[in-house]
């Protein structure tokens, strides 16, 4: 059983069949400095106040269930008839959350991103309707490449708080501040215009590609919700988690490589997040206090 | 975004004539709202234009019938929660008009074929509803505007669907019922053979499809006359399942005559161990798979390689990586599946293997998959009913549609030597009946492989094409797996009283025969003959069951089983048979949980449904087992049990004795009779091409030859695999500043954080063997291991932790011929890994590979040998790529250089003579010149490193500088200036620019080094022979010295690029 405490938080990893990249993100909370349990998501709808006990909460990549009719749907469909009291108790209490690549798109399609309008504000019966999602790239085919990408740094996110390294010439960062991205239903579709301006405006969209390589609307790569605790994003932060991943380091100097990687400072910014009281099990409605955290 | 303004699906109910709710089947349509991108019909739009038809428009829907005593409100909260996304789709229950002017086509798997979505939407529904009775049919809908009805069906069966695997419908298909198998009655029957002659049992065995030789068919006739009695179907089955060249490699471990018919210099066959050389001269050879490649393993361990842990016993073969853990190989052929339906095919070989991994020793964790695959050239072959001149032609006559006729497939041995795809002189031909065309062959296998690796989470990262017109009816699909696992789990054994347990899939009438059909010859009618055969996989399926074992062998207090194996060729028959052969196995078949209603007991038994794995479970770990199973949503059923009284195989169908055969004979009783080979030096067919060409101009001749399938990037392929899921991948299978440039091999780090890395690479050298150019498969196979070895060294793999596979694709060994180049093959294994010191560790092979046409002409693939390897980084921080890296350092070719261009991609392309001699490998100093690269390269004296094979030394550093190029501006690009002429070349034949610069002479290497550290590579590399040919500059433009060559790397990059660029 998981002890939260200041020092050590706990992260839940949900997994179920056809999740791949649980492994991976095991890893990520845990050279991040959490604990991290691995736990099949029908173990947490047979007993769902088993997510009260975590302080982060990650939705890793892969094929849930094939990704049979689209990616995500059906872990989305399952979470939604079961699981979100949890989720959304998680969140009022401030849990940072993270899903990626198939997490994200099972995140967006429950309605948990990008969430409502004001942070706090969680429908008490359902989520809120969807409003945004993740389709065939624009070739129709999968695509494993790395990109640069754009951070918003005056985003809420808490995952994406300090990513980039402002020590660095530009040059350098540029050459770092790489994700990879591996999926083949990436492109980001907001469904209306206007909409994707408003969480703009909200500065929801911590993270854009610099070279559009799914097609995605205003080059998305990942959406925080208001409160900025809970992000997706299609790349992938948690196979950056060491130097040798980065696609040309035998390129790169030395010095450019050491510290953690910015797949890895993802992470970590959020579980220093929970250590310094922004979440670490406490009941506090997070909205304001994740804003006075991030001071 | 308030939840208010959020988009809601849109919803049109069209009229429905059924109102009564009953458990009727509904129809729901699933397609993009007006105004979305649908990148899946621009994508069919695109690939039709591939075909000549142009078409106005394409409309794409999803189909679901679901059939279920639903009401109206629940097919909505269905539509809604599961089926239709409400950003961008729209669902219509019915079946909505087509567009005016569009025609419909509709594709439905057929029923019994694999429909993996079907089985989610079903308990996604069961889920939402509570229903307990639902039946799911999944279809896709195409409403094409601007093509006749004839042209939508021919896009239907070349583009959209296979009608081995589906049913295709003119318009939306609204069944009153989905199909579902019915019981089948149940008696036992018997084959009479006792009284049969030899041509009566010849014909049984070709009918019955069991493809037994004769003398393996009176083997079995002798054994029911001893016993007295007539043979049950299941017992003739189990027999040519288990007897199958696919099971037990027959041919090649067989006792072989081989006789040379011409002086041979090249092969010393005396003192070899099983050879026995006659006064005569002829060979002869005892077991030829243990005289030769697992001879070498065995005296190479017997010499001091230690590192070995399990060699050709297992599915896998297994080596020690550090002290706590072993990892395991294994690379597997599925070529005839692919050949009928190259997307199921591909993605079940791929699947196959990786079970192969999940089954060595007590379970292995897949973690690498790599796939080699053999194709026609695609722009080499037309299908005439789609071309509109073609379509004139064929007017009224019926015979247009059996495509090849003779001569075509005569010239197929000129077009063997594979012109270039932008020749004037290449020839198209007409592709042969009961082939797909080669284009759609490779889309389809990739996208297998894809779906497969990809859905289970193991990267795919390392791989070749090779294009060959012979592969037009007979493509190769290797696909391989590397596992890890700690080192007490590498052996299992089932014991007396264990349990056997079925995991995963359930059994259908998926892939009856596969095993025997792997033997049969494929000709123009063999998609109706054999689409039995194929199977569409589940991935899903197949990572819950590896979820389920690595956590039962994993289990406190040790595994919960003794043994495990896969269900691959041969179904439960293999499994069980392998699993109880020293212990006898008794099996009730009813026990199986079963797809559909139907199946006979012997269906059962044979049947290669995918994703099912069996294992020895001792009874007091059953329910342990049982749970697990239970949690991860894995079907685990009981068969029967280990040890009988006797060691017998029993089968049982409620309760009934339907086959009972003793392990003995079942395993042993297979004749092995003397097989003749012989070996004559294949006379080079005449080139007209080569004969009427002008020496080409070497920038031509380089642009070329970066544009050659085999030498062009693959991007395409490579970019659609997730080659880095698991998060352990270090160096990738594209490298450089943009991801570019084609690595040598991959690494990936087993056990994350340990910094000790395992390389993955091959070696493929064809075209050294091939006998349309008087090439030797002995030197093919030399070339193979030396260049899978270099491509290891290269990436930083140390030489003396190496180990190979083999996987020998070859034309029918019936044909002596063949069998003679087999032989040479094997004997060059033999030889290559005692010389390299890297012991084979498994490996696979298959051996009938040709295709008849209607016309009569039998293809014969050119002989194949891929080499795999896998090597021990032991410092990932000492890796390195094939990308130059900084201008002002200094390339070196390491290696000598001669003057042969047998076999070699300049030759394909016409600028060297048909018989050219073929190269050598060194066995004295390709070693010695590994040894040496690794060191350099662990002392890190070398920025980057590229082995030089196919295109030759030039193209080697246009790869280089290509990996190092940015994308958009020359500015600062790196260039290189070479002079060519300073290579060290062999004596004996004339030196000319290209065969300097374009000549594939083995145990070569591009290194790049810094100027300061030129000194310490010269005192490292001593007497071996290696100059500097050149160095980097910032000038982004190859150069040579004479001026033969100057050309902007963006160029180069561009006519790299762009061939395979799909």
């Not at chain 1, 050279?31 to 997510?51: F, N, Q, T, Y």
């Not at chain 2, 037990?248 to 006792?255: A, R």
């Not at chain 2, 980084?873 to 130059?884: F, I, K, L, N, Q």
């Not at chain 2, 004479?1042 to 006519?1055: H, T, Y």
Request: aromatic fraction near 6%; charged fraction near 25%; charge should be negative.
């Amino acid at each position: 059983m998981p002890h939260p405490s200041a020092d050590q938080p706990a992260a839940l990893v949900i997994r179920t069949a056809g999740t791949n990249c649980d492994a991976e993100m095991v890893r990520a909370f845990e050279l991040a400095g959490a604990r991290a349990d691995l736990v099949h998501v029908d173990r947490l709808i047979e007993s769902p106040a088993r997510l009260d006990d975590y302080d982060l909460i990650g939705f890793p990549g892969g094929f849930s269930y094939g990704d049979d009719v689209a990616s995500g749907r059906v872990l989305a469909m399952r979470l939604r008839l079961h699981l979100y009291p949890a989720l959304r108790a998680a969140a009022l209490r401030g849990a940072p959350m993270i899903g990626v690549c198939n997490g994200f798109q099972a995140l967006v399609q429950l309605g948990m991103l990008p969430g409502p309008e004001r942070a706090g504000d969680w429908p008490e019966d359902a989520p809120p309707a969807q409003s945004v999602a993740l389709t065939d790239n624009i070739s129709a085919r999968f695509i494993d490449d790395w990109t640069a990408v754009e951070i918003d740094e005056q985003s809420p996110c808490v995952w994406t708080r300090g990513l980039v390294d402002s020590e660095l010439p530009e040059e350098a960062r540029a050459r770092v501040l790489l994700m990879p991205l591996a999926s083949g239903e990436g492109r980001f579709v907001a469904a209306t215009d206007e909409g994707l301006k408003e969480l703009e405006r909200r500065r929801q969209v911590p993270m854009r590609y610099a070279e559009n390589l799914n097609g995605s609307m205003g080059r998305v790569a990942g959406i925080c919700d208001a409160s900025g605790l809970i992000f997706g994003l299609m790349p992938h932060p948690d196979r950056y988690l060491d130097w040798m991943n980065h696609p040309f380091w035998t390129r790169l100097p030395g010095e450019l490589r050491s510290g953690d990687t910015p797949g890895l400072r993802m992470f970590r910014a959020a579980v220093e997040h929970v250590k310094s009281g922004g979440a670490a099990g406490s009941s506090t409605i997070q909205g304001s206090d994740s804003k006075g955290a991030r001071v | 975004m308030s939840p208010a303004s959020a988009a809601r699906p849109e919803t049109q109910t069209s009229q429905r004539d059924d109102s009564a709710l009953g458990s009727t089947v509904r129809r729901v349509e699933v397609a993009s709202r007006a105004g979305r991108t649908d990148p899946r019909a621009e994508a069919v739009r695109r690939q039709a234009r591939t075909l000549g038809l142009a078409l106005d428009d394409v409309r794409f829907a999803q189909v679901y019938l679901i059939e279920a005593r639903l009401d109206g409100a629940q097919l909505q909260r269905v539509a809604e929660l599961l089926l239709a996304s409400p950003v961008l789709q729209m669902w219509t229950e019915g079946a909505s008009p087509a567009p005016d002017g569009a025609l419909t086509v509709e594709v439905h798997p057929l029923p019994g074929v694999m429909d993996p979505a079907a089985q989610t939407v079903r308990d996604a529904v069961r889920e939402i509803t509570g229903l307990d009775e639902i039946a799911v049919s999944t279809g896709r809908r195409y409403d094409m505007a601007g093509v006749t009805r004839e042209q939508a069906d021919l896009l239907a069966r070349r583009l959209l669907a296979n009608p081995v695997v589906h049913a295709i419908h003119a318009e939306p298909w609204r069944p009153q019922s989905l199909p579902r198998g019915g019981p089948a009655p149940f008696e036992v029957r018997t084959i009479d053979i006792l009284k049969l002659t030899e041509p009566e049992l010849e014909k049984l065995s070709r009918e019955a499809h069991l493809f037994l030789s004769l003398d393996e068919m009176k083997a079995v006739q002798a054994e029911f006359r001893r016993l007295g009695r007539e043979p049950t179907d299941i017992e003739l089955e189990t027999l040519a399942q288990t007897w199958s060249e696919h099971c037990v490699h027959k041919t090649l471990k067989s006792n072989i005559r081989y006789r040379a018919e011409d002086a041979d210099d090249t092969i010393d066959f005396r003192g070899r161990p099983g050879h026995t050389v006659t006064d005569t001269g002829e060979v002869v050879i005892n077991n030829l798979l243990r005289s030769t490649v697992v001879a070498a393993t065995h005296e190479l361990i017997a010499d001091g390689v230690d590192w070995t842990l399990s060699v050709f016993v297992d599915n896998a073969g297994i080596i020690a990586f550090d002290d706590e853990h072993a990892v395991c190989v294994k690379v597997e052929t599925h070529n005839h599946p692919s050949a009928i339906e190259p997307y199921g095919g591909a993605a079940t070989g791929a699947g196959g293997c990786i079970r192969d991994i999940i089954g060595t020793g007590l379970g292995a964790k897949p973690i690498a998959n790599t796939d080699v695959f053999c194709v026609a050239y695609p722009d080499h072959w037309v299908e005439k009913e789609l071309n509109a001149k073609g379509a004139e032609e064929r007017g009224g006559k019926k015979s247009g549609k059996r495509g090849s006729d003779s001569s075509d497939a005569a010239a197929l041995n000129i077009s063997a030597l594979a012109l270039p795809p932008s020749s004037s002189e290449t020839s198209e031909f007409n592709l042969p009946a009961g082939c797909l065309h080669p284009r759609r062959i490779l889309n389809d296998i990739v996208a297998g492989v894809r779906d497969y690796g990809n859905r289970m989470g193991i990267p795919t990262l390392n791989g070749a094409v090779w294009f060959d017109d012979r592969h037009v009816g007979n493509p190769l699909v290797f696909c391989g797996c590397v596992g890890v696992m700690p080192r007490r789990f590498t052996h299992g054994d089932a014991q007396p009283g264990d349990r056997i347990v079925a995991l995963g899939g359930r059994t259908g009438r998926d892939g009856i025969h596969g095993a025997t059909f792997s033997s049969a010859e494929l000709t123009d009618t063999h998609a109706d003959e054999f689409s039995h055969a194929v199977q569409i996989g589940n991935a899903i399926e197949e990572k819950r069951v590896l979820d389920a074992i690595l956590r039962a062998r994993d289990a406190e207090g040790g595994p919960l089983y003794t043994a495990i194996t896969d269900c691959g060729a041969g179904g439960f028959s293999s499994a069980v048979g392998e699993m109880g052969e020293k212990l006898g196995a008794e099996v009730h078949l009813e026990r199986a949980p079963l797809k559909y209603d139907g199946l006979t007991y012997t269906e059962i038994w044979i049947s290669e449904a995918q994703e099912r794995m069996v294992l020895a479970v001792p009874p007091e770990k059953l329910d342990a087992l049982r749970a697990i199973c239970a949690e991860e949503s894995v079907e685990l059923c009981e068969l029967g049990e280990f040890g009988t009284e006797g060691e017998e195989l029993i089968l049982r169908y409620t309760g009934k004795e339907v086959g009972r055969l003793s392990m003995k004979f079942l395993h042993d009783g297979i004749p092995t009779p003397v097989r003749e080979a012989t070996w004559k030096r294949p006379t080079p067919i005449k080139l007209k091409s080569s004969e009427s060409r002008e020496p080409a101009p070497p920038d031509k001749a380089l642009l070329q030859l970066l544009a050659h399938p085999n030498i062009a990037s693959k991007r395409w392929i490579v970019r659609q695999y997730d080659h880095e899921v698991q998060g352990a991948t270090l160096i990738k299978p594209l490298v450089g500043a943009e991801g570019e440039g084609p690595g040598d091999a991959s690494v990936i780090e087993p056990v994350p954080g340990t910094g000790r890395g395992l390389a993955i690479g091959a070696g493929l050298a064809t075209g050294f063997g091939d006998p349309a150019v008087g090439g030797d498969p002995y030197l093919m196979a030399l070339a193979a291991i030396d260049e899978c070895v270099r491509n290891l060294v290269c990436v930083g793999a140390d030489p003396e932790r190496i180990a190979i596979l083999d996987n020998f694709c070859w034309p029918s060994c019936a044909r002596p011929e063949n069998l003679g180049a087999l032989v040479r093959a094997a004997e060059g294994c033999y030889d290559g890994a005692k010389a390299y010191r890297t012991p084979f560790v498994s490996g696979k092979d298959s051996l009938n590979n040709q295709f008849t046409t209607d016309g009569g002409v039998t293809i014969e693939i050119p002989p194949t040998l891929l080499i795999s390897g896998i090597g021990v980084v032991p410092d990932v921080r000492c890796c390195v790529t094939m990308d130059a890296k900084r201008a002002g350092n200094r390339l070196l070719l390491v290696g000598r250089t001669g003057a042969e261009m047998g076999g070699s991609h300049a030759q394909k392309l016409g600028f060297a003579v048909p018989d050219a001699p073929t190269p050598r490998v060194d066995l004295r100093e390709g070693p010695r010149l590994a040894r040496a690269v690794a060191g350099l390269i662990e002392r890190g004296l070398v920025s980057s490193a590229h082995d030089c094979s196919e295109g030759g030394a030039l193209v080697a550093v246009a790869e280089m500088l290509i990996g190092a190029c940015p994308e958009r501006s020359d500015a600062g690009a790196l260039g290189a200036d070479i002079d060519i002429t300073k290579i060290v070349r062999t004596g004996g034949l004339a030196a000319s620019f290209l065969s300097d610069a374009f000549g594939e002479s083995p145990s070569r290497y591009v290194l790049e080094v810094e100027a300061a550290k030129l000194n310490d590579v010269r005192t490292a590399l001593g007497d071996l022979p290696w100059t500097e040919i050149g160095e980097v500059t910032d000038i982004g433009r190859l150069r040579t010295r004479g001026s033969e060559v100057d050309l902007a790397v963006q160029e180069l990059k561009a006519a790299w690029l762009a061939p395979l660029d799909w």
